[in-house]
């Protein structure tokens, strides 16, 4: 029998779509969409593909990607992110196995890259010319990088003044069209979906399209082929517009499908306190959100109040039997610091805040010791300085004599 084409399906209601049809949301419902493969041919081919001699990358898995043709991919080399194990850290939070996927390792620095190269060979092979999406500044960072390596315009709207310097300034150099608008991101986010519905030359590319979460997916599968057929116990992941944590499950899930695992992992959302409506939603059993009218925390990457893929987030994590917990701007810095200082690895806020997380779950006795964990750290650092300067202040300014040093470093001895 031949395959059935990969296809766009509603979650809710089931409606589909055809895999080159440009739909964000579903026509019959409104709810959102995600693509289906045909896994009994996907496991057959996959038996008698040679994607395991390809290096770790998102497009070793490319029979689990939905490009139909190669010449449309455009590649900066995205995935293939080193998965470390952490046992410094680990020890200091109580844990014995605990892994970091590093994501900031990504060309453009966070794991948006991953649904960035598939999103946008989709706008290739879709024929678009103009791509768009809203940012709290890593997504648009992304995707004015891929959209300058595929040759098409690219138009960002981010919220003004909430967005990290290092983001912005790599959206400007790739030369997108960047608007600051007067609102938050989901101000921006409203904005933006409005005028691809309008002008339907502009090709959004939020994580409501469904191809970003596709690239995304590859998370897990590296995860797993890191941990050669190990699945974790645990995965923990920073929740802010909800895309990420629900591509990762899916991966999980096809990897399941096709026999290529034979357990899952429980799938842990964290957020910050001041936006916080999926694991609030969590937390007190609810089966919906309330957005956050005014999303405020030091993790401007995840300051989102009403998350688009909330719906596939909760699912996952209690399909999953995971859970979600809420972190305090200090706890997220705190354990920013731990992890640089532990184990030299230099996250920005919002991807710290899974390792807060993890140790207040711990701390709770939630989380039990001997769990394999793997903590996504989702974007690197250097994206945003600034945050490092004011909770860890400027570095002592000393005279340039050899005493002033001594003196400062505690070498004076008393003769
Ligand atoms: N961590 C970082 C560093 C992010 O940039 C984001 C999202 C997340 C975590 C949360 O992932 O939205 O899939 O739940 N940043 C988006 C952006 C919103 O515009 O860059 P999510």
Partial sequence: MGEITPFQSCISCGATYKIDEIVYTCRKCGDLLEIKYDYNFLRDKITHSDWRSQPLSVWRYRDFLPIRDPSKVVSLNEGG????????????????????????????????????????????????????????????????????????????????????YGKLAQAIIYGA????????????????????????????????????????????????????????DRVVVPVGNAGNISAIWKGFLEFFKVGLINKLPKMTGIQAAGASPVASAIKEGRDYIVPVEKPETVASAIRIGSPISWKKALGAIRDSGGTAEIVEDDEILEAQKMLAKYEGIFVEPASASSIAGLKKLVDYGLIDKNEVVVCVATGHGLKDPDAVVKSCGKPHEVDARLEAIENFLGLLSVR
Avoid: W
Wanted: aromatic letters at 6%; a positive charge.
């Fill in 81 to 164: 992110t080193k998965l470390y194990h952490c046992s410094r850290l680990g020890a200091a939070l109580g844990i014995k196995n605990l892994y970091v996927k590093n994501e900031g390792d990504n060309p453009t620095g966070s794991f948006k890259d991953r649904g960035m190269t598939v999103g946008v060979s989709k706008a290739l092979e879709l024929n678009a010319k103009m791509v768009a999406c809203a940012s709290t500044g890593n997504t648009s960072a992304s995707l004015a990088a891929y959209a300058a390596r595929a040759g098409l315009s690219c138009i960002i709207l981010i919220p003004l003044g909430g967005v990290a």
């Fill in 177 to 232: 069209k960047v608007m600051q608008v007067r609102g938050n991101f989901d101000h921006a986010l409203k904005m933006v979906v409005e005028i691809s519905e309008k002008h339907r030359e502009i090709y959004l590319l939020n994580s409501i399209n469904p191809f970003r979460l596709e690239g995304q997916k590859t998370i897990a599968y590296e995860i797993c082929d890191q941990l050669n057929g190990l699945v974790p």
